[in-house]
């Protein structure tokens, strides 16, 4: 259902979900190489360490879908990838040698910079669609969170083939300018939402 692209506020919610989920993904592929071959952590570690993030994405995602009752998704999905930009970023910037705890804020911070955004971007495509269109919105919905996925490990696993293991540190890089760039892309919707309701 491309003719969906032609509405603002569906099209840029779509870039924002894909470019959002590739950098998630970009940090799940690359993140246990680097906890593991880099710093030195044991398997058993890695997978302690890596929990966090989905950890905080589950308590940010419920918050997220309350308040955007009350504020706007683009304002909300803006705050949520900027802190999970940063978040990568401080990843990206850790010692070879870090303590557990300084593992622990940054994936905090970038799961709850995640689940901030998830819930009010989902909203706001669905309902940016006509109530006719729901299930083709909702497919769409699904194939931006493929290709994002996709996009992100394709990148990664090609960083660290051309690169080696410290392909791992530069996916983080990478990762943490598409959080930006989607970042910027929630927030211009404000704009398109202006527009939509004559302001």
């Given at each position: 259902?491309?003719?969906?692209?032609?509405?603002?506020?569906?099209?840029?919610?779509?870039g924002?979900?894909?470019?959002?989920?590739?950098?998630?993904?970009?940090?799940?592929?690359?993140?246990?190489?680097?906890?593991?071959?880099?710093m030195?952590?044991?398997?058993?570690?890695?997978?302690?360490?890596?929990?966090?993030?989905?950890?905080?994405?589950a308590?940010?995602?419920?918050?997220?879908?309350?308040?955007?009752?009350?504020?706007?998704?683009?304002?909300?999905?803006?705050i949520?990838?900027?802190?999970?930009?940063?978040?990568?970023?401080?990843?990206?910037?850790?010692?070879?040698?870090?303590?557990?705890?300084?593992?622990?804020?940054r994936?905090?911070?970038?799961?709850?910079?995640?689940?901030?955004?998830?819930?009010?971007?989902?909203?706001?495509?669905?309902?940016?669609a006509?109530?006719?269109?729901?299930?083709?919105?909702?497919?769409m919905?699904?194939?931006?969170?493929?290709?994002?996925?996709?996009?992100?490990?394709?990148?990664a696993?090609?960083?660290?083939?051309?690169?080696?293991?410290?392909?791992?540190v530069?996916?983080?890089?990478?990762?943490?300018?598409?959080?930006?760039?989607a970042?910027?892309?929630?927030?211009?919707?404000l704009?398109?939402?202006?527009?939509?309701?004559?302001?």
């Amino acid at each position: 259902p491309l003719d969906l692209l032609r509405l603002p506020i569906f099209a840029m919610s779509i870039g924002t979900s894909v470019s959002s989920f590739a950098a998630q993904m970009l940090g799940f592929v690359s993140l246990p190489f680097l906890f593991q071959s880099i710093m030195g952590f044991s398997p058993g570690e890695v997978g302690l360490l890596m929990m966090p993030w989905p950890l905080a994405t589950a308590f940010a995602a419920p918050l997220a879908g309350r308040l955007s009752d009350r504020h706007s998704p683009a304002i909300l999905g803006g705050i949520g990838l900027t802190a999970m930009a940063a978040g990568l970023l401080a990843l990206m910037l850790l010692p070879d040698e870090p303590a557990a705890a300084d593992v622990v804020w940054r994936m905090l911070l970038c799961g709850a910079g995640f689940g901030f955004f998830q819930t009010p971007n989902n909203r706001t495509l669905i309902t940016s669609a006509p109530k006719e269109r729901s299930g083709s919105a909702s497919g769409m919905l699904s194939t931006a969170r493929l290709t994002g996925q996709t996009t992100g490990a394709a990148l990664a696993a090609l960083l660290l083939a051309q690169i080696g293991i410290s392909g791992a540190v530069i996916a983080l890089g990478v990762a943490s300018g598409f959080a930006a760039l989607a970042a910027t892309v929630s927030l211009a919707r404000l704009r398109a939402f202006r527009r939509q309701n004559g302001g």
